[in-house]
Protein backbone atom coordinates (compact mmCIF):
# COMPACT_ATOMS: atom_id res chain seq x y z
CA UNK A 1 0.00 0.00 0.00
CA UNK A 2 2.05 3.02 -1.37
CA UNK A 3 -1.23 5.69 -2.11
CA UNK A 4 -3.82 7.58 -0.35
CA UNK A 5 -6.28 6.70 -3.23
CA UNK A 6 -4.84 3.16 -1.58
CA UNK A 7 -5.77 3.61 1.60
CA UNK A 8 -8.95 5.34 1.16
CA UNK A 9 -10.31 2.48 -1.03
CA UNK A 10 -9.62 0.17 1.67
CA UNK A 11 -12.91 -0.80 3.30
CA UNK A 12 -13.97 0.19 6.85
CA UNK A 13 -10.85 2.85 6.71
CA UNK A 14 -13.13 5.91 5.48
CA UNK A 15 -15.49 5.43 8.15
CA UNK A 16 -12.52 4.81 11.15
CA UNK A 17 -10.82 8.02 9.52
CA UNK A 18 -14.14 10.07 9.74
CA UNK A 19 -14.92 9.20 13.60
CA UNK A 20 -11.75 9.99 14.15
CA UNK A 21 -11.85 13.11 12.75
CA UNK A 22 -15.15 13.96 14.86
CA UNK A 23 -13.87 13.28 18.06
CA UNK A 24 -10.55 15.08 17.27
CA UNK A 25 -12.22 18.22 15.85
CA UNK A 26 -14.49 17.86 19.69
CA UNK A 27 -11.84 17.87 21.99
CA UNK A 28 -9.87 20.49 19.77
CA UNK A 29 -12.54 23.35 19.84
CA UNK A 30 -13.83 21.93 23.71
CA UNK A 31 -10.17 21.88 25.62
CA UNK A 32 -9.62 25.69 24.10
CA UNK A 33 -13.21 26.62 25.11
CA UNK A 34 -12.80 24.95 28.38
CA UNK A 35 -9.01 26.33 29.19
CA UNK A 36 -11.02 30.02 28.29
CA UNK A 37 -13.48 29.18 31.17
CA UNK A 38 -11.49 27.91 33.68
CA UNK A 39 -9.00 30.78 33.35
CA UNK A 40 -11.33 33.92 33.00
CA UNK A 41 -12.89 32.27 36.38
CA UNK A 42 -9.79 31.69 38.38
CA UNK A 43 -6.67 33.25 36.27
CA UNK A 44 -4.67 30.58 37.12
CA UNK A 45 -1.97 29.48 33.94
CA UNK A 46 -1.56 26.22 36.31
CA UNK A 47 -5.44 25.45 36.15
CA UNK A 48 -6.05 26.86 32.95
CA UNK A 49 -2.91 24.23 31.44
CA UNK A 50 -4.62 21.06 33.88
CA UNK A 51 -7.83 21.30 32.11
CA UNK A 52 -6.68 21.05 28.87
CA UNK A 53 -4.36 18.38 29.84
CA UNK A 54 -5.03 17.34 33.41
CA UNK A 55 -8.09 14.28 32.06
CA UNK A 56 -4.82 12.47 30.94
CA UNK A 57 -3.61 12.03 34.51
CA UNK A 58 -7.00 9.65 34.46
CA UNK A 59 -5.41 7.55 31.77
CA UNK A 60 -2.33 5.92 34.18
CA UNK A 61 -4.90 4.70 36.09
CA UNK A 62 -6.76 3.27 32.87
CA UNK A 63 -3.80 2.11 31.64
CA UNK A 64 -3.32 -0.17 34.93
CA UNK A 65 -6.73 -1.52 35.18
CA UNK A 66 -9.05 -1.19 32.22
CA UNK A 67 -6.79 -1.33 29.49
CA UNK A 68 -7.25 -5.38 28.80
CA UNK A 69 -10.40 -4.63 27.57
CA UNK A 70 -8.94 -2.83 24.44
CA UNK A 71 -8.62 -6.58 22.75
CA UNK A 72 -11.55 -8.34 24.67
CA UNK A 73 -14.60 -5.60 23.74
CA UNK A 74 -15.73 -5.67 20.23
CA UNK A 75 -14.18 -2.83 18.26
CA UNK A 76 -17.40 -1.02 16.72
CA UNK A 77 -20.22 -1.05 20.21
CA UNK A 78 -16.65 -0.08 22.08
CA UNK A 79 -15.72 2.93 20.06
CA UNK A 80 -19.34 4.30 19.22
CA UNK A 81 -19.77 4.03 23.15
CA UNK A 82 -16.81 5.86 24.62
CA UNK A 83 -18.10 8.45 21.82
CA UNK A 84 -21.24 8.60 23.31
CA UNK A 85 -19.53 9.02 27.01
CA UNK A 86 -17.64 12.01 25.59
CA UNK A 87 -20.40 13.62 24.78
CA UNK A 88 -22.19 13.46 28.01
CA UNK A 89 -19.63 14.32 30.10
CA UNK A 90 -18.78 17.20 27.55
CA UNK A 91 -22.36 18.48 27.68
CA UNK A 92 -22.37 18.05 31.68
CA UNK A 93 -19.22 20.31 31.86
CA UNK A 94 -21.02 22.95 30.23
CA UNK A 95 -23.76 23.17 32.53
CA UNK A 96 -24.38 27.05 33.89
CA UNK A 97 -23.17 27.04 37.46
CA UNK A 98 -20.90 23.74 37.60
CA UNK A 99 -17.65 24.31 39.94
CA UNK A 100 -14.35 23.93 38.32
CA UNK A 101 -13.54 21.11 40.63
CA UNK A 102 -16.94 19.40 39.29
CA UNK A 103 -15.66 20.04 35.74
CA UNK A 104 -12.43 18.84 37.05
CA UNK A 105 -14.05 15.35 37.99
CA UNK A 106 -15.66 14.88 34.72
CA UNK A 107 -12.50 15.20 32.71
CA UNK A 108 -11.30 12.44 34.81
CA UNK A 109 -13.36 10.44 34.63
CA UNK A 110 -13.45 11.16 30.20
CA UNK A 111 -9.63 10.58 30.88
CA UNK A 112 -10.54 6.87 32.05
CA UNK A 113 -12.60 6.14 29.20
CA UNK A 114 -9.89 7.50 26.80
CA UNK A 115 -7.28 5.02 27.83
CA UNK A 116 -9.30 2.26 26.34
CA UNK A 117 -10.30 4.29 23.27
CA UNK A 118 -6.80 4.40 22.20
CA UNK A 119 -6.14 0.70 22.30
CA UNK A 120 -9.66 -0.27 20.39
CA UNK A 121 -8.87 2.56 17.45
CA UNK A 122 -5.27 1.82 16.89
CA UNK A 123 -5.97 -2.03 17.29
CA UNK A 124 -8.57 -1.88 14.56
CA UNK A 125 -6.80 -0.13 12.47
CA UNK A 126 -4.22 -2.78 12.22
CA UNK A 127 -7.32 -5.66 11.63
CA UNK A 128 -8.26 -2.76 8.85
CA UNK A 129 -5.06 -2.08 7.00
CA UNK A 130 -2.79 -4.83 5.34
CA UNK A 131 0.97 -4.49 7.39
CA UNK A 132 2.80 -2.21 5.30
CA UNK A 133 -0.12 -0.03 5.36
CA UNK A 134 -0.21 0.55 9.01
CA UNK A 135 1.93 3.26 9.16
CA UNK A 136 0.72 5.19 6.01
CA UNK A 137 -2.79 4.75 7.79
CA UNK A 138 -1.39 5.95 11.20
CA UNK A 139 -0.14 8.85 9.47
CA UNK A 140 -3.21 10.17 8.16
CA UNK A 141 -4.96 9.56 11.36
CA UNK A 142 -2.27 12.23 12.88
CA UNK A 143 -3.00 14.55 9.70
CA UNK A 144 -6.29 14.50 10.89
CA UNK A 145 -5.46 15.34 14.44
CA UNK A 146 -3.38 17.93 12.50
CA UNK A 147 -5.50 19.92 10.37
CA UNK A 148 -8.63 19.78 12.38
CA UNK A 149 -6.68 21.36 15.60
CA UNK A 150 -5.67 24.20 12.99
CA UNK A 151 -8.94 24.71 12.07
CA UNK A 152 -10.19 23.50 15.11
CA UNK A 153 -8.29 26.05 17.55
CA UNK A 154 -9.05 28.89 14.89
CA UNK A 155 -13.10 27.89 14.93
CA UNK A 156 -12.79 27.38 18.55
CA UNK A 157 -11.95 30.73 19.23
CA UNK A 158 -14.60 32.30 17.04
CA UNK A 159 -16.78 29.74 18.48
CA UNK A 160 -16.11 31.37 22.22
CA UNK A 161 -16.43 34.82 20.92
CA UNK A 162 -19.74 33.94 19.52
CA UNK A 163 -21.50 31.25 21.25
CA UNK A 164 -19.31 32.02 24.50
CA UNK A 165 -17.25 28.98 26.39
CA UNK A 166 -20.44 27.20 27.39
CA UNK A 167 -22.08 27.31 23.70
CA UNK A 168 -18.83 25.93 22.41
CA UNK A 169 -18.45 22.88 24.81
CA UNK A 170 -22.21 21.54 23.66
CA UNK A 171 -20.92 21.99 19.80
CA UNK A 172 -18.00 19.27 21.01
CA UNK A 173 -20.55 17.27 22.54
CA UNK A 174 -22.84 17.20 19.19
CA UNK A 175 -19.44 16.44 17.22
CA UNK A 176 -18.79 13.36 19.79
CA UNK A 177 -22.62 12.23 19.31
CA UNK A 178 -21.20 12.52 15.39
CA UNK A 179 -18.41 10.02 15.76
CA UNK A 180 -20.74 7.63 17.44
CA UNK A 181 -23.38 7.73 14.51
CA UNK A 182 -20.00 7.57 12.17
CA UNK A 183 -18.67 4.14 13.40
CA UNK A 184 -22.01 2.12 14.48
CA UNK A 185 -23.12 2.96 10.70
CA UNK A 186 -19.68 2.47 8.96
CA UNK A 187 -18.01 0.00 10.48
CA UNK A 188 -18.82 -3.74 10.68
CA UNK A 189 -18.99 -6.32 13.64
CA UNK A 190 -15.55 -7.86 14.73
CA UNK A 191 -14.91 -10.03 17.49
CA UNK A 192 -12.39 -9.30 19.74
CA UNK A 193 -8.79 -9.83 19.08
CA UNK A 194 -8.11 -11.46 22.46
CA UNK A 195 -10.51 -14.15 24.31
CA UNK A 196 -11.72 -13.74 27.80
CA UNK A 197 -13.51 -11.12 29.93
CA UNK A 198 -11.51 -7.26 30.47
CA UNK A 199 -10.28 -7.49 34.31
CA UNK A 200 -7.83 -5.57 36.03
CA UNK A 201 -6.07 -8.79 36.60
CA UNK A 202 -5.38 -9.56 32.77
CA UNK A 203 -4.50 -5.73 32.64
CA UNK A 204 -1.68 -6.35 34.73
CA UNK A 205 -1.22 -9.61 33.42
CA UNK A 206 -0.12 -8.42 29.63
CA UNK A 207 1.39 -5.15 30.80
CA UNK A 208 3.51 -7.07 32.75
CA UNK A 209 4.44 -8.71 29.32
CA UNK A 210 4.60 -5.75 27.36
CA UNK A 211 6.92 -4.43 29.93
CA UNK A 212 9.25 -6.87 30.43
CA UNK A 213 11.20 -6.30 26.95
CA UNK A 214 13.88 -3.78 27.54
CA UNK A 215 13.49 -2.43 24.01
CA UNK A 216 10.20 -2.00 24.20
CA UNK A 217 10.64 -0.04 27.28
CA UNK A 218 13.27 2.17 25.69
CA UNK A 219 10.75 3.03 22.80
CA UNK A 220 7.75 3.50 25.58
CA UNK A 221 10.08 6.26 27.33
CA UNK A 222 11.19 8.09 24.00
CA UNK A 223 7.36 8.08 23.44
CA UNK A 224 6.55 9.28 26.28
CA UNK A 225 8.47 11.25 27.98
CA UNK A 226 10.26 14.23 26.11
CA UNK A 227 7.05 14.63 24.07
CA UNK A 228 4.85 14.95 27.40
CA UNK A 229 8.23 17.89 28.21
CA UNK A 230 7.29 19.70 25.24
CA UNK A 231 3.06 19.43 25.89
CA UNK A 232 3.95 21.01 29.01
CA UNK A 233 5.21 24.03 26.98
CA UNK A 234 1.92 23.90 24.76
CA UNK A 235 -0.05 24.06 27.72
CA UNK A 236 1.00 27.72 28.90
CA UNK A 237 0.35 29.00 25.57
CA UNK A 238 -2.58 30.57 26.98
CA UNK A 239 -0.69 32.25 29.80
CA UNK A 240 2.32 33.14 27.64
CA UNK A 241 -0.30 35.07 25.18
CA UNK A 242 -3.80 34.93 25.89
CA UNK A 243 -4.75 37.28 22.91
CA UNK A 244 -3.08 34.78 20.38
CA UNK A 245 -2.97 31.92 22.20
CA UNK A 246 -4.86 30.19 19.25
CA UNK A 247 -2.52 30.70 16.90
CA UNK A 248 0.57 29.77 18.50
CA UNK A 249 -1.82 25.94 19.05
CA UNK A 250 -2.34 26.10 15.68
CA UNK A 251 1.41 26.72 14.49
CA UNK A 252 1.96 23.64 16.93
CA UNK A 253 -0.89 21.67 14.94
CA UNK A 254 0.62 22.82 11.75
CA UNK A 255 3.92 21.79 12.41
CA UNK A 256 2.95 18.52 13.16
CA UNK A 257 0.87 18.13 10.05
CA UNK A 258 3.99 18.31 8.42
CA UNK A 259 5.78 16.15 10.00
CA UNK A 260 3.40 13.48 9.69
CA UNK A 261 2.97 13.83 5.58
CA UNK A 262 6.39 13.61 5.65
CA UNK A 263 6.74 10.97 7.51
CA UNK A 264 4.32 8.93 6.24
CA UNK A 265 4.67 9.69 2.73
CA UNK A 266 7.48 10.42 1.64
CA UNK A 267 10.23 8.73 3.75
CA UNK A 268 11.41 5.17 3.49
CA UNK A 269 12.32 2.95 6.12
CA UNK A 270 16.14 3.70 5.77
CA UNK A 271 15.50 7.55 5.93
CA UNK A 272 13.20 7.22 8.27
CA UNK A 273 15.94 5.24 10.60
CA UNK A 274 18.19 7.93 10.29
CA UNK A 275 16.17 11.08 10.99
CA UNK A 276 14.60 9.63 13.78
CA UNK A 277 16.97 10.79 16.07
CA UNK A 278 17.31 14.08 14.57
CA UNK A 279 13.27 14.24 14.60
CA UNK A 280 13.66 13.48 18.71
CA UNK A 281 15.62 16.44 18.97
CA UNK A 282 14.08 19.21 16.65
CA UNK A 283 11.18 18.87 18.88
CA UNK A 284 12.41 20.24 21.74
CA UNK A 285 15.50 22.81 20.48
CA UNK A 286 13.49 25.69 18.93
CA UNK A 287 11.90 26.29 22.31
CA UNK A 288 14.43 27.16 23.86
CA UNK A 289 14.31 30.59 22.27
CA UNK A 290 11.67 31.41 24.55
CA UNK A 291 14.59 32.21 27.13
CA UNK A 292 14.37 35.69 24.68
CA UNK A 293 10.71 36.50 24.75
CA UNK A 294 10.58 36.51 21.33
CA UNK A 295 8.24 38.65 18.82
CA UNK A 296 5.22 36.40 17.56
CA UNK A 297 6.45 35.88 14.48
CA UNK A 298 9.56 34.60 16.00
CA UNK A 299 7.56 32.29 18.49
CA UNK A 300 5.00 31.29 15.61
CA UNK A 301 8.19 30.08 13.99
CA UNK A 302 9.71 28.41 16.30
CA UNK A 303 6.66 26.79 17.78
CA UNK A 304 5.65 25.15 14.19
CA UNK A 305 9.35 24.10 13.37
CA UNK A 306 9.48 22.20 17.17
CA UNK A 307 6.34 20.49 16.06
CA UNK A 308 7.25 19.06 13.14
CA UNK A 309 9.66 16.66 15.50
CA UNK A 310 6.50 14.97 16.37
CA UNK A 311 6.67 12.95 13.55
CA UNK A 312 9.56 11.28 15.21
CA UNK A 313 6.47 9.69 18.00
CA UNK A 314 5.03 8.08 14.83
CA UNK A 315 8.36 6.39 13.57
CA UNK A 316 8.45 5.16 17.23
CA UNK A 317 5.53 3.20 17.01
CA UNK A 318 6.25 1.25 13.78
CA UNK A 319 9.32 0.13 16.16
CA UNK A 320 6.71 -0.66 18.89
CA UNK A 321 5.05 -2.56 16.52
CA UNK A 322 7.70 -4.48 15.29
CA UNK A 323 8.30 -5.71 19.04
CA UNK A 324 5.21 -6.47 19.46
CA UNK A 325 3.15 -9.81 19.42
CA UNK A 326 -0.65 -9.53 17.55
CA UNK A 327 -3.03 -10.91 19.92
CA UNK A 328 -1.48 -8.29 22.49
CA UNK A 329 -1.09 -5.21 20.17
CA UNK A 330 -4.20 -3.20 20.86
CA UNK A 331 -2.73 -3.51 24.46
CA UNK A 332 0.60 -2.56 23.59
CA UNK A 333 -0.73 0.41 21.58
CA UNK A 334 -3.28 1.86 24.03
CA UNK A 335 -0.75 1.56 26.46
CA UNK A 336 1.79 4.11 24.45
CA UNK A 337 -1.56 6.16 24.05
CA UNK A 338 -2.50 6.09 27.71
CA UNK A 339 1.17 6.48 28.84
CA UNK A 340 1.73 9.49 26.02
CA UNK A 341 -1.26 11.31 27.52
CA UNK A 342 -0.57 10.99 31.10
CA UNK A 343 3.29 12.26 30.89
CA UNK A 344 1.66 14.96 28.49
CA UNK A 345 -0.72 15.58 31.52
CA UNK A 346 2.43 15.83 33.37
CA UNK A 347 4.07 18.08 31.82
CA UNK A 348 1.38 20.07 31.65
CA UNK A 349 1.48 20.49 35.33
CA UNK A 350 5.44 20.51 35.67
CA UNK A 351 5.39 23.65 33.12
CA UNK A 352 2.06 24.88 34.13
CA UNK A 353 3.76 25.07 38.08
CA UNK A 354 7.12 26.72 36.84
CA UNK A 355 4.84 29.12 35.11
CA UNK A 356 2.94 29.98 38.29
CA UNK A 357 6.43 30.91 39.88
CA UNK A 358 8.44 32.22 36.99
CA UNK A 359 7.05 33.17 33.81
CA UNK A 360 5.60 31.49 31.10
CA UNK A 361 8.35 31.86 28.92
CA UNK A 362 10.74 30.42 31.66
CA UNK A 363 8.58 27.27 32.07
CA UNK A 364 9.05 26.67 28.19
CA UNK A 365 12.11 26.59 28.19
CA UNK A 366 12.90 24.60 31.01
CA UNK A 367 10.76 21.76 29.76
CA UNK A 368 12.54 22.20 26.36
CA UNK A 369 16.28 21.53 28.28
CA UNK A 370 14.63 18.72 29.61
CA UNK A 371 13.56 17.01 26.97
CA UNK A 372 16.85 17.20 25.21
CA UNK A 373 18.26 16.08 27.88
CA UNK A 374 15.73 12.79 28.16
CA UNK A 375 16.26 11.78 24.61
CA UNK A 376 20.44 12.54 24.56
CA UNK A 377 19.96 10.17 27.74
CA UNK A 378 18.07 6.91 26.09
CA UNK A 379 19.59 7.52 22.79
CA UNK A 380 21.99 4.32 22.84
CA UNK A 381 19.09 1.90 24.20
CA UNK A 382 17.09 3.03 20.74
CA UNK A 383 20.08 1.87 18.50
CA UNK A 384 19.64 -1.36 19.44
CA UNK A 385 19.03 -3.65 15.95
CA UNK A 386 15.76 -5.61 15.79
CA UNK A 387 15.81 -9.14 16.21
CA UNK A 388 15.49 -11.09 12.72
CA UNK A 389 13.22 -13.69 14.05
CA UNK A 390 9.96 -13.67 12.14
CA UNK A 391 6.35 -13.26 13.95
CA UNK A 392 3.64 -15.02 12.86
CA UNK A 393 1.46 -11.72 12.36
CA UNK A 394 -2.22 -13.90 12.52
CA UNK A 395 -3.20 -14.97 16.10
CA UNK A 396 -4.22 -18.32 16.95
CA UNK A 397 -7.20 -20.01 16.75
CA UNK A 398 -8.20 -20.46 20.25
CA UNK A 399 -6.79 -17.75 21.89
CA UNK A 400 -5.24 -18.31 25.36
CA UNK A 401 -6.11 -15.85 27.63
CA UNK A 402 -2.88 -15.58 29.35
CA UNK A 403 -0.70 -14.58 26.26
CA UNK A 404 2.44 -15.44 26.39
CA UNK A 405 5.49 -13.98 24.43
CA UNK A 406 6.35 -14.72 21.17
CA UNK A 407 9.63 -14.02 19.23
CA UNK A 408 9.98 -10.59 18.16
CA UNK A 409 9.31 -9.70 14.52
CA UNK A 410 11.63 -7.10 12.59
CA UNK A 411 10.93 -4.05 11.83
CA UNK A 412 8.07 -3.82 8.57
CA UNK A 413 10.13 -3.28 5.26
CA UNK A 414 7.24 -1.99 2.82
CA UNK A 415 8.45 -1.43 -0.85
CA UNK A 416 10.93 1.24 -1.51
CA UNK A 417 8.94 4.49 -1.32
CA UNK A 418 6.02 2.96 0.09
CA UNK A 419 4.86 4.76 3.40
CA UNK A 420 4.59 2.39 6.47
CA UNK A 421 2.83 3.32 9.90
CA UNK A 422 3.75 4.35 13.33
Known amino acids: MQTYRELFRTPEFTPLFATSCAQVAATTIGSLALATLVYDATGSPLLSALSMFGASFAQV ?67 ILPENGYLLGR ?23 ALSARGTLLTAAALDVAAAAIALLGLRKRAPRAAGR ?12 IWSSVPRRYVYVAMWVPNGLIVGCEAVFVAYDPDHAGLLLAAAAAGMLVGDITAGRFLGPDRRRRLGPFLRLLLAAPYLVFALRPALPLAVAAIAIASVGYAATLLLQERLIALTPKPVLGQALGLHSSGMLTMQAVGATI ?72
Open 198 to 209: PSVRETWRTNTL
Open 139 to 161: SVLNICVGSLQIVGFAVGAVLVG
Open 351 to 422: AGTVAQYTSPAAAMTVMAAASIAVTLAIAPGLRTPLPATPLPRTPPATKPSTPTEPPAVPEPRPARGAPPRP
Open 61 to 127: VGAMTLLSAADRLPPRATTAGLALVFAVGTAVIALPGLPIWAAFAVLLVLGLAASVGGGVRLGLLTE
